[in-house]
């Protein structure tokens, strides 16, 4: 099969923000526990309690941002059980992951210690469901305040004497549903009263974000910002690639399994252009950001593990879904302001996994990595014109792209083709021979491939060389079932 892509070089369509690449770590399961985790006393090499080999894995995503405690468990979560010193903490139940005890061991100053040693941004969820109003502002205060007062004196006392520094907000989490079956007309008042008493005492105020809807739930997106949008600065949307009611295993399928997952990675794409849509008729200048803070692939627990911890493989599937979904959000740049992977470490569509002191790498981890040189470029213009890939009558999109630059004469391309068993040919135009290409390849021969503990490299990337330079640019041989990421340096 054959398609071609076109690049508009003179067109530049924005920064593309490296917050669009950032993760979220939610107390379930192995995420925190075991996964980030393991105390100072740990024989697992650590700093401060967390595991060294996560930390330089991370480092190597440059990762930008961590969305933290939850999801759910933030609306049960109260922030002093998480304080002072770690032999006086308290256990509490985690009645939405399992009904385990949470031991409190990791809290506000080990998180704040784990974004200063990836060198990434937080970004906190609040407790609206079970807390208070009070609670978050006192939070606010311990954390961000460098006067003298109740709060600030007992974050000293626990050993932190300068403030933190916080941008990021998210007021609730899943109002609609875990997060306490609210109607979007009560939780856009709530959001008033929160948003009123979230109050910065640095000089930059805080970005404050609003629980917005699931996948294409534009209802929820117009009765929030008619009611509190001159008070929202972002908007989350949250959406998992699922099928229902049958999840399935994330390894073992067959291209029905592969099909719909495509088809449902693709729904996102659309969601973003509907949601953007009924923003920019109460904020045509886009000042209101799309947050998609939960994204991911979602399948049924692996054998032997608690189905609350929500623990599953990661293969080739995960993969194309990942390449899908940040293509998408590259190309919607103007409006969605940041995204973050679900999650981390050991859950749902995971960038590692742990077993002990062993520790290995995603394929999901993989396409993170090989998209690495899109955070903070500038995106170009594209038209993409792609085959189709059909199954029992129903067809996808084979091809997906995006492209970006930090020079002017190098182009930095990321495509997929989710077509199991054709290989592409791409024709790229882009007004000029390519005079160097290079890049890298995820691909198998099988579409569940991926690593264990037993062989960690099965799925990795490996060099791109299917490449013909072209008068107009090139012409690249895209396999079945790949994401491909190539540096493109055109003559002059």
């Known amino acids: 099969m054959e398609a071609r892509l076109t690049i508009h070089t003179e067109q530049g369509m924005g920064t593309i923000s490296k917050r669009l690449y950032g993760y979220f770590s939610e107390h379930l399961g192995r995420c925190i526990y075991e996964g980030t985790w393991v105390g100072e006393d740990s024989e697992i090499p650590n700093i401060e309690g967390i595991r060294t080999d996560v930390i330089e894995a991370l480092r190597g995503l440059g990762i930008p941002v961590l969305r933290w405690p939850g999801g759910l468990f933030a609306d049960t979560y109260h922030w002093r059980d998480g304080v002072g010193p770690r032999q006086e903490r308290q256990p509490i139940v985690n009645v939405f992951w399992g009904g385990n005890a949470e031991s409190n061991q990791f809290g506000t100053h080990e998180y704040f210690r784990l974004c200063e040693l990836l060198g990434c941004e937080p970004y906190l969820a609040v407790n609206m469901g079970s807390g208070s109003i009070q609670e978050m502002a006192d939070w606010i205060e311990y954390l961000t305040y460098d006067g003298d007062s109740r709060m600030t004196k007992l974050r000293r006392a626990n050993g932190r004497e300068n403030p933190w520094k916080l941008k990021y907000i998210g007021i609730g989490n899943e109002a609609w549903g875990g997060g306490g079956k609210m109607r979007p007309e009560y ?216 492209v970006s630059r930090h020079q002017s004469d190098e182009l930095f391309v990321t495509l997929g083709n989710c077509d199991p068993y054709c290989d592409v040919w791409l024709d790229v135009e882009a007004g000029a021979p390519a005079r160097l290409c290079e890049g890298r390849v995820l691909t198998d021969s099988i579409w569940d491939a991926h690593n264990t503990f037993e062989d960690p490299d099965r799925l990795h990337p490996v060099p791109f060389d299917q490449v013909e330079t072209t008068e107009s640019g090139c012409r690249i041989l895209l396999p079945a079932k790949s994401v491909t990421a190539l540096r493109l340096t055109l003559a002059q």
């Open 187 to 402: 939780y856009a008042d709530e959001f008033r009263r929160y948003a009123c008493y979230c109050r910065s005492f640095a000089k930059e105020p805080f970005y404050k974000v609003a629980c917005g809807p699931y996948g294409g739930d534009t209802h929820w997106t117009e009765v929030l910002l008619e009611r509190a949008g001159d008070m929202i600065d972002g908007m989350s949307l949250h959406y998992y690639t699922q099928r229902e009611p049958h999840r399935g295993r994330a390894t073992g399928f067959g291209e029905d399994f592969w099909f719909d997952h495509m088809e449902l990675a693709w729904k996102m794409d659309q969601f973003l252009t509907d949601q953007d849509r009924v923003m920019s008729r109460y904020d045509p200048r886009k000042r209101i950001g799309l947050i998609v803070d939960e994204w991911g692939t979602s399948f049924e627990q692996e054998e032997g593990t608690n189905p609350r911890f929500l623990e599953q493989q990661n293969t080739l599937l995960d993969a194309l879904v990942a390449c899908i979904h940040l293509n998408a959000f590259n190309e919607h740049n103007d409006r969605v302001h940041m995204a973050n992977l679900a999650q981390t470490v050991n859950v749902i569509q995971a960038v590692l996994l742990t077993k002990g002191p062993q520790m290995i790498k995603t394929p999901t981890y993989h396409v993170m990595e090989m998209f690495r040189p899109h955070h903070q470029a500038e995106r170009v213009a594209i038209n993409l014109r792609s085959p189709l890939y059909a199954y029992h009558g129903h067809t996808v999109q084979a091809l997906t792209a995006s």
